[in-house]
Every structure is written in structure tokens, then in C-alpha cells.
Nanobody, 115 residues
Framework: QVKVAESGGGLVEPGDSLRLSCITS????????MGWYRQAPGKQREMVAT???????NYADSVKGRFTIDRDYSNRTAFLQMNSLEPEDTAVYYC?????????WGQGTQVTVSS
């Protein structure tokens, strides 16, 4: 069984930064994609950033230039560095790991951007 756990959310002001972490555990091969989605109140869950095993990075247009996804392959951990946060970034952020088509999600971590 693969487990996913996020941490690092919180309440910040516009323009601040946060760094989310995602730790995975369980027995699985090294070829996998990790990434982040978010869901704001009343909205559908949307992709924020993904990083396949080959090291490429994909970002939603709304976060390009502000967010950076990275991975620690040896520790099966992913990170989301979020800079210049805006109120529109307020959402629950979910980490996922996709292993050959099987997707595992964390419980989510709340990010609130408000003055």
C-alpha cells in the first residue's frame, strides 16, 4: 500500500512564500510521477504542477514563474515552493503519486492567502 502525506500549508499574506512537502511510503518501483493539485471552495480540483520520473516539469499557467516543483528521488519526496502567493492561490493542496496508472492521493494541506 502506498501512502502519501502533505505538510507545510498555512495562513500567509499576499506576496509571501510557502513550501509544501509530500512524503510517500510503501513498496513501489522508481518510475513514477509526482505532483500537486489544488481545490478551492466551490471549484473543481485543478492541476498545479507535475514532475514525471524523467525530471520534466509541468505547471498550470496560473502558477508559472511563481511555483516550483522539485523531487528528492532517494527519499520519494516532492516539494512545491510557492512564491508571490496571491489570494487566488487559496485552496487545499493535494499531493499525488502515479505509479503506472495507479494514483495515490494525500489528505491535503490548506493554504490560505489573505491580508
Amino acid at each position: 500500500q502506498v501512502k502519501v502525506a502533505e505538510s507545510g500549508g498555512g495562513l500567509v499574506e499576499p506576496g509571501d512564500s510557502l513550501r509544501l512537502s509530500c512524503i510517500t511510503s510503501g513498496s513501489y518501483r522508481s518510475l513514477y510521477t509526482m505532483g500537486w493539485y489544488r481545490q478551492a471552495p466551490g471549484k473543481q480540483r485543478e492541476m498545479v504542477a507535475t514532475m514525471p520520473y524523467d525530471g520534466g516539469r509541468n505547471y498550470a499557467d496560473s502558477v508559472k514563474g511563481r511555483f516550483t516543483i522539485d523531487r528528492d528521488y532517494s527519499n520519494r519526496t516532492a516539494f512545491l515552493q510557492m512564491n508571490s502567493l496571491e489570494p487566488e492561490d487559496t485552496a487545499v493542496y493535494y499531493c499525488f503519486v502515479d505509479i503506472r496508472g495507479d494514483t495515490y492521493w494525500g489528505q491535503g494541506t490548506q493554504v490560505t492567502v489573505s491580508s
